[in-house]
């Protein structure tokens, strides 16, 4: 148990290191690779808590494909190294604002109920196999069905607005 | 807890598994260049050592003692991360793959794969989409513009054909009614997929040609218009290491599709002598190794609107098609209890080929992708 929990630790360490990487860098491709840094820690921590297909698809969705495209127009636009500009100045007090509005709360909150037994119960062991997959699977087409559609038809949408758009610019020209 | 047994029996296979890729590596390029030598009426590298057997070595001496120039204005980190983020996926990326079943050793068990996980497929689909980093990374941190132009090309090539190839691993977990590589070999003991899926390998391949910008589908280093694309600024062992990555992808796309599709480590007598399973698998990534040269020998590289429009609109469809089929063809099969059924996956995939190749004539012929 104990090594899981210094496994635990670094890996929250990395995670939060990387977050704060991701939001201080200069260079967007840096901040990018961070945000790639912390996918994959985050993978890792779904693995902890035995969930190997959600860890998977994590780094197949996020880590690979997701992050790939926003490298790609990072690149494309040559937006890597913008001077800072100071367009929105309100920008920067609101933020800090609603930030520590959520830390407030989240302070609140732990304190509160740090006496009841609010702990989310392990995952059971015997889900970490196969048949897990196929329960997800069953749910997931079973009871989610119309969801799961509906986030479909939203995707093609946009993507269909994607090609829309593009198509317009090619015309004009 | 497990015992330290363990922990040596997983450090030895792993090193194992790393030493067979990079002695695959070397000797690939010496396939590669006899094999496309002869294809070509010439005679190939037969200087060194008998047969030309130590040409790779002659090769890695050499690559060791280049020069290796770093340009002024790289972006030096990264410039240095680039290489080692395209090799290792194609190292990690063969420990889930099934070697063999198991042998005793000294009254021990042990299995011929690094690791068994239950969601090995996946594995595979998340280590492939990670592979892209490299090699945009080495274009965008050589900051120059044919690299730039090579990884960006790269990474929307992979992105493009990563989804056939999601499509095509999914016909075969169809098939096999599991994620885990052991059960989808274990599947195929009466009859390799191939046979029922003939659509769905040869869809897997197209898109891994692509994935590891092999030819036809090299563009992000097409030497005539970006110089070397990605690695332009690589010299000596960064190089290298950029060659190496590309042979090892092809050998353990190799094996992932003789895994898949041909049957793994199957074959006569590998019930009794477990050691025979390596050979087999070897020896058919051998012959598919083979196809891949002779594409490279034969076929003219595809121009890049053409490769877009080929990945987005024929073979998207297509895989969806196969996957539909594949799909709906287990089901009937399952549900009227008819084994008869299975037969239509194959006939209706060829036909949904034909209908796919007539399109590939009617939409990228030279007329319609004219200069508008």
């Not at chain 1, 494309?76 to 830390?103: C, D």
């Not at chain 2, 003692?65 to 990690?92: D, H, M, N, Q, W």
């Not at chain 2, 090539?157 to 070999?185: K, P, R």
């Amino acid at each position: 148990m104990s090594s899981d929990l210094i496994v635990f630790l670094v890996l929250s360490l990395v995670a939060i290191a990387t977050a704060l990487g991701m939001l201080f860098s200069q260079n967007a491709v840096y901040s990018a690779l961070f945000l790639v840094l912390n996918f994959v820690t985050v993978a890792i921590f779904y693995l902890l808590l035995g969930a190997p297909f959600i860890a998977m698809a994590q780094i197949t969705v996020y880590a690979g494909a997701i992050m790939v495209l926003f490298l790609f127009v990072i690149m494309l636009l040559g937006a890597e190294s913008l001077a800072p500009t100071n367009s929105l100045p309100w920008q920067k007090p609101m933020a800090i604002l609603l930030s520590v509005i959520l830390g407030v709360e989240a302070v609140y909150l732990l304190l509160n109920r740090a006496g009841s037994n609010l702990a989310v119960a392990a995952p059971d062991a015997s889900l970490n196999s196969m048949d897990s997959l196929r329960e997800m699977a069953m749910s997931l087409f079973n009871n989610f069905l119309l969801p799961f559609e509906v986030t479909s038809i939203l995707l093609l949408v946009a993507m269909m607005g994607a090609i829309v758009l593009t198509r317009q610019e090619k015309e004009a020209k | 807890m497990i015992d330290w047994t363990m922990w040596v029996e997983w450090i030895v296979k792993g090193f194992v598994l790393c030493l067979i890729l990079l002695a695959g590596f070397a000797y690939l390029t010496l396939y590669e260049r006899r094999a496309l030598a002869r294809i070509q009426v010439r005679v190939g590298p037969n200087r060194a050592g008998p047969q030309g057997l130590l040409q790779p070595i002659a090769d890695a001496v050499k690559l060791i003692f280049k020069e290796e120039l770093t340009p002024g204005k790289v972006y030096r980190i990264v410039f240095f991360l680039a290489p080692i983020l395209t090799v290792v996926p194609s190292l990690v990326i063969a420990a889930v793959i099934p070697l063999g079943t198991s042998f005793n050793l000294f009254g021990r068990e042990i299995t011929l794969y690094v690791a068994d996980i239950n969601v090995s497929v996946l594995y595979l689909m998340s280590i492939a989409s990670i592979a892209v980093y490299g090699i945009v990374l080495a274009g965008w941190s050589s900051n120059n513009k044919y690299a730039m132009l090579g990884g960006i090309r790269s990474s929307a090539q992979m992105i493009s054909y990563e989804l056939a190839l999601g499509l095509s691993f999914a016909t075969a977990i169809i098939l096999g009614d599991s994620m885990n590589l052991t059960d989808i070999v274990n599947a195929q003991d009466t009859m390799w997929f191939v046979v029922i899926q003939p659509v769905g390998a040869l869809i897997f391949w197209i898109a891994t040609l692509a994935e590891v910008n092999r030819a036809p589908f090299d563009m992000p280093e097409a030497e005539q218009e970006l110089t070397a694309g990605y690695h332009a600024e690589y010299s000596g062992m960064k190089f290298a290491l950029f060659f190496m990555a590309e042979y090892q992808k092809m050998i353990v796309i190799c094996m992932i599709l003789a895994t898949l599709f041909f049957g793994g480590y199957l074959g006569p007598g590998v019930d009794k002598y477990p050691l025979l399973g390596p050979v087999y698998l070897f020896a058919k990534v051998i012959v598919l190794l083979f196809g891949m040269i002779w594409v490279r020998a034969t076929w003219p590289r595809i121009r890049y609107d053409r490769l877009m429009s080929f990945g987005w609109k024929i073979l998207l469809p297509l895989s969806l098609a196969v996957a539909f089929i594949t799909a709906t063809g287990i089901l009937l099969a399952d549900m009227l209890n008819n084994q008869l059924y299975i037969w239509g996956i194959p006939a209706l995939s060829i036909i949904s080929l034909f209908i796919a190749i007539a399109f590939i004539y009617r939409d990228l012929r030279r007329k319609s992708h004219g200069r508008v």
